[in-house]
Each structure stands twice: as structure tokens, then as C-alpha cells.
């Protein structure tokens, strides 16, 4: 009787060990707050740093994800709210194919951020100009203001700012929209495209005040929230961070 009871402890003793070996040797969570892959890479198969488990994202331990990465277009990446800041998401009916279309006319993530941050819906359906009117006339997806545009984009250079109506062509011309952001980063470079954005001319001649760089951090939140996980970028989720407007 005493050899079975023994034999019987020392099965269990040997159940739990081999559990205790099959578990996760750390329940920590990655850097940037989500959990790692139980599975590793077998979770990731687009190799981006970024697996799916459990119903929710985790990180690849090592991958290009760990240690906070979040992916693409500059500035750091954070999945924490930005210090200050209220963020959040919501479902916009619809909002997925919209991302699906900015991608099809030349979008990137950067872009799908940009114009998330700028429409809950990533439409032009807001008042004309944006209430403004000359070179702060803002026009598109993304609200892109005459300033840049008479002096970035080609299909605008050279026209001044009394031309302002004419950006209301990007209302309806996604692609050309998409193009003119594109080529207006490319003249002026991210920093200062940022800051131009945000403040017209004014911005550009001085392109790091507190705001600017809020408004930044804050469209570099919303990329990062879509690169998290693939879905994002073409489901119906919208992420929003509290940018006061001006």
C-alpha cells in the first residue's frame, strides 16, 4: 500500500513538473503593455514582430515588435496613451472600406492616421475650407492647407493665394489628394510638414512648439494603434486622440 501511495505522489510530482516546464516561464508583459506569444513566431506569419492569440495581439519576444516597436513612417512608437492626452476608439459604420480605398489610391499608414485624426470618418464632408478661407484654407482627407499645397504639389505650384478654391478639387479626387500630401512630406520633409500642417506658414518658420509636437505624437499614436495589428487598417475601428483644433 505504501509503494502505491508513493508510486501515485511521484506521478504527480512529475504531471506538475512537466506543466510547470510547458508554461510560460514569464507572465511579464512586453514593453509597450501587450503580452508576448505563448507560440513565438508560429503566431506571426507575416513576420512583423506582431502574433495573434487568445482573441487579442501579443509580441513576438525578440521580434521587430519587441521593445516597443510599433512599425514605419518615423517618430518613435508607443502604444500608451501620449502623456496628457485622452485617447480612445470607436466602430464607424463603414470606416473600413474607406482605409481600404485611401490604401488603393497610394495611402499608407501614416496617411490612414493623418486623415483618422483630422474626420471620424475620413470623409471631406466638413464645412467648406474648414471655415477658413486663402492660404489657411484646409481641403482633402487630410486637411491640407493652401499654403502647402500651392507650394508643394505640382498640380498647384505656381498659383497664389487668392487661388485658394481651386485645392477643393482634392475633395473629390482621393488620389490626387493622397499624391499631394505624399509630394508636400517629400518638399518639405516630415518634421516641417508636421508643423505646417498644424500651423500654415507660421508653423514651417518654426516647427517646434509644444502644439506641433502634441499633434504629432498624437498622429503617431493612431499609426501605431493600426500597426498593432493588421486588421486595423481595414476594419471599422477609428482611434482618435484629443487634438484641440485651430
Request: with cysteine.
Amino acid at each position: 500500500m505504501k509503494r502505491l501511495v508513493s508510486l501515485v505522489t511521484m506521478a504527480a510530482m512529475a504531471v506538475a513538473g512537466a506543466l510547470a516546464l510547458a508554461a510560460p516561464a514569464s507572465a511579464e508583459p512586453a514593453p509597450n503593455g501587450y503580452p508576448y506569444c505563448v507560440n513565438g513566431s508560429a503566431s506571426d506569419p507575416d513576420g512583423d514582430g506582431w502574433g495573434w492569440e487568445n482573441n487579442q495581439s501579443c509580441v513576438v519576444r525578440g521580434g521587430p515588435a519587441d521593445g516597443g516597436g510599433g512599425g514605419g513612417g518615423g517618430g518613435g512608437a508607443s502604444l500608451a496613451c501620449p502623456s496628457g492626452a485622452t485617447c480612445g476608439s470607436y466602430t464607424v459604420s463603414g470606416l473600413g472600406a474607406r482605409k481600404q480605398a485611401v490604401t488603393s489610391a497610394g495611402g499608407n499608414v501614416l496617411d490612414l492616421a493623418i486623415a483618422m485624426l483630422e474626420t471620424d470618418n475620413m470623409q471631406t464632408n466638413y464645412p467648406y475650407g474648414d471655415n477658413k478661407s486663402g492660404d489657411a484654407a484646409n481641403f482633402g482627407i487630410f486637411k491640407q492647407n493652401w499654403f502647402m499645397l500651392r507650394n508643394a504639389c505640382s498640380r498647384f505650384q505656381g498659383q497664389s493665394a487668392s487661388n485658394w478654391n481651386n485645392g477643393a478639387a482634392l475633395n473629390s479626387n482621393l488620389g490626387a489628394d493622397v499624391q499631394c500630401r505624399h509630394a508636400s512630406e517629400s518638399y518639405y520633409g516630415t518634421d516641417r510638414w508636421f508643423a505646417g500642417h498644424r500651423n500654415g506658414e507660421t508653423g514651417i518658420n518654426n516647427p517646434n512648439t509644444a502644439d506641433i509636437n502634441r499633434y504629432k505624437t498624437a498622429v503617431y499614436w493612431i499609426r501605431d494603434q493600426l500597426n498593432s495589428n493588421s486588421a486595423n487598417r481595414s476594419n471599422d475601428v477609428r482611434y482618435w486622440v484629443n487634438v484641440p483644433p485651430i
